[in-house]
């Protein structure tokens, strides 16, 4: 069995609610999310995620106030770990809100995989979700159009002890990462659990297009293995490097 090992990138912090993680709950209280991403270290270099383009760029769409300190750049925080975009081979975006996929152009040598049902609604959501994914409705062109996409039907094995497992709720194709690592099966969810809280009180992302999926998907997540990386809770940096196993 290969072992491969995650680190986890910082690249950028978000002010928000707490309400946007836990849904319902603690709703107004102040919290400071990061935006990471996930390195995959084994025979090849996968990452899960690519992270928002620019602050600019988020305010100029969203208007909203992000940071991204200059180590917080996704080629800094990937130099950091001592690896170049060139030599990521494979790209796994869980989904396509704008935080998510805004830099694939970094990466010239990956292969870029997204649910097929992720893609279809990321084109043409509800005017509710059109800004978070940087929708063609909004009368602009999404970040990670240009991208070359492998689309995904369901679960996959994109390399040996690394799979895509389809997780809906958060975003109607949302798909999280199973590795396998030295200490168990490591899930990285995206935002299927966005904070430690979602699973520990089974509380439904505050973001979501079916809070009924959500549960399932975290149930499924539960299930499926041993350790899990939720998509926006800085406890995952609360080791450093935040390197699993
Ligand atoms: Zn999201």
Redesign the pocket.
């Known amino acids: 069995m290969i072992h491969w090992t995650i680190t986890m990138l910082d690249t950028g912090t978000q002010s928000q609610v707490k309400g946007f993680m836990t849904y319902l709950t603690d709703m107004d209280q102040p919290i400071q999310i990061p935006v990471p991403i996930a390195l995959i270290e084994g025979p090849r270099k996968i990452l899960v995620d690519t992270s928002f383009l620019s602050v600019e760029r988020t305010w100029e769409v969203r208007r909203r106030k992000i940071v991204r300190t200059p180590a917080q750049e996704v080629v800094a925080a990937l130099a950091a770990a001592g690896v170049r975009p060139e030599e990521i081979g494979i790209v796994i975006l869980?989904?396509l809100?704008y935080?998510?996929c805004g830099n694939n152009r970094l990466f010239p040598n990956a292969r870029f995989f997204v649910q097929r049902e992720e893609l279809r609604y990321a084109l043409a959501p509800t005017s509710f979700d059109a800004s978070?994914y940087f929708a063609p409705s909004l009368g602009i062109i999404p970040d990670y159009l240009g991208t070359k996409f492998e689309l995904l039907d369901g679960d996959a094995e994109l390399a040996d002890g690394v799979r895509a497992i389809t997780t809906p709720g958060?975003?109607p194709g949302?798909q999280s990462v199973l590795v396998d690592t030295a200490t168990g099966r490591y899930c990285i969810a995206?935002?299927a659990v966005?904070w430690y809280e979602n699973l520990e009180r089974q509380i439904p992302p505050g973001?979501h297009t079916s809070m009924i999926d959500c549960m399932m998907s975290m149930a499924r997540i539960v299930r499926e293995s041993n350790h899990v990386l939720p998509?926006h809770d800085p406890k995952v940096f609360a080791r450093q490097p935040a390197r699993y196993p």
Do not use: K, R
Request: charged share 15%; no cysteine; proline share 0%.
């Open positions: 869980t989904h809100h935080d998510h978070a958060h975003t949302h995206g935002d966005m973001i998509g």
